[in-house]
T-cell receptor
């Protein structure tokens, strides 16, 4: 069965600190996709990144970076020099690849990040 | 602007009433989804639709119903059979490109409270 574990329920940091959000997944599929979404207090889920199982290159987008390691089934998310606007709940999600385009997303429970001034 | 709209933002329901949550998208996406989010938990799939006039149950479909008469619209009805409907409901859509997994994009959500 597929499963996503975000062991950190809540993280509290002071502005400008670096913070890493952990994501560990389980799947028997060889082809799958991993996602990160941000949920600010307004409630809408904002897409951050999608990574397929064949691409283990780390990715950097501004202050955000992602470390995908198949050997440990992890897809961790790091925010460098955190800002108050980064305060949100962050979800990691897993999707198996299916033909026809439909993909069921399995979500972790989320990590609530609080960045204090 | 292209996007997904959900209405209302807040909804209050008396026990025994059916209520319908609206979801509209102008992204020209084929697939649409409904998720439920409870406090401190991830999202769980209620229903999804890959194409007009077709939809399938997700993991927690009991007590819910949907329709997909138009590509742009995927309303969710929470029936009186749903025993614990108080939750945050999120609608999503994706392009449904054949042979690949597409990213799902989400609407702003509807918070339903049963009084």
């Amino acid at each position: 069965a597929q499963k996503v574990t975000q062991a950190q329920t809540e993280i509290s940091v002071v502005e400008k600190e670096d913070v890493t959000l952990d994501c560990v997944y389980e799947t028997r599929d060889t082809t799958y996709y991993l996602f990160w979404y941000k949920q600010p207090p307004s409630g809408e889920l904002v897409f951050l990144i999608r990574r397929n199982s064949f691409d283990e290159q780390n990715e950097i987008s501004g202050r955000y970076s992602w470390n995908f390691q198949k050997s440990t089934s992890s897809f961790n998310f790091t925010i460098t020099a955190s800002q108050v606007v980064d305060s949100a709940v962050y979800f990691c999600a897993l999707s198996e690849a299916k033909s026809g385009g439909y993909n069921k997303l399995i979500f972790g429970a989320g990590t609530r990040l609080a960045v204090h001034p | 602007d292209g996007g997904i709209t959900q209405s209302p933002k807040y909804l209050f329901r008396k026990e025994g009433q059916n209520v319908t949550l609206s979801c509209e998208q102008n992204l020209n996406h084929d697939a649409m989804y409904w998720y439920r989010q409870d406090p401190g938990q991830g999202l769980r799939l209620i229903y999804y639709s890959q194409i007009v006039n077709d939809f399938q149950k997700g993991d927690i479909a009991e007590g819910y119903s949907v329709s997909r008469e138009k590509k742009e619209s995927f309303p969710l009805t929470v029936t009186s059979a749903q025993k614990n409907p108080t939750a945050f409901y999120l609608c999503a859509s994706s392009p449904r490109t054949s042979g690949r997994t597409d990213t799902q994009y989400f609407g702003p959500g509807t918070r339903l409270t049963v009084l």
